[in-house]
């Protein structure tokens, strides 16, 4: 009986614990980059908003900075296609890593946040952008109105203004939470 008692049986080892410390440094610094350059975009969209309602320029004249210096069929709608297609790629990318972090880090309420504000509402503006490009090619440029400008009868200046900021919104609201996490903003 000695002998069979000589082997100690193997313990099966504990799953490693999961990492809710926050974001590792790679995925912090490519969300500092999604934050900053929708930050941004948005302000081309302020731009664009001030060129139609203060300046007068007509809407299909307006269009940001880089839009007169990046247009192809004559129109900027390619540069956003292509822009909007890479941030919601981005947004994509950032659910499983703030998913681990929650709700450690974020809270579930501003993770769902993230989900609706951002991912959810670019998934739709890709929506309207496909329509958008969709009448480009059609028109061989502008006109080109997308979902929400001709159901709503919405200035397209202002509907894509309203869909950057709610879409930044989310995005924003999760990367101060882990800013705050990480202790920037507290005092010394």
Known sequence: MQKLLTHRPAMAAAPPARDTSGLSEPVFYFMTAVVVIQGGHLVEHF???LQVFV??????DALGLLGYVLQFNGTEEWLHLGYNTLY???LYALILPLWHITPEVITKRAFWIFITASVWIESWHMVEHGVIISNVIANGGCPCPGIGDAALGLSDTILHLVYNLVAYIGIAYAYVLILRHRGYGRSR
């Open 47 to 49: 731009v664009q908003a």
């Open 55 to 60: 300046l007068g320029v007509p809407e299909d």
């Open 88 to 90: 919601l790629l981005s």
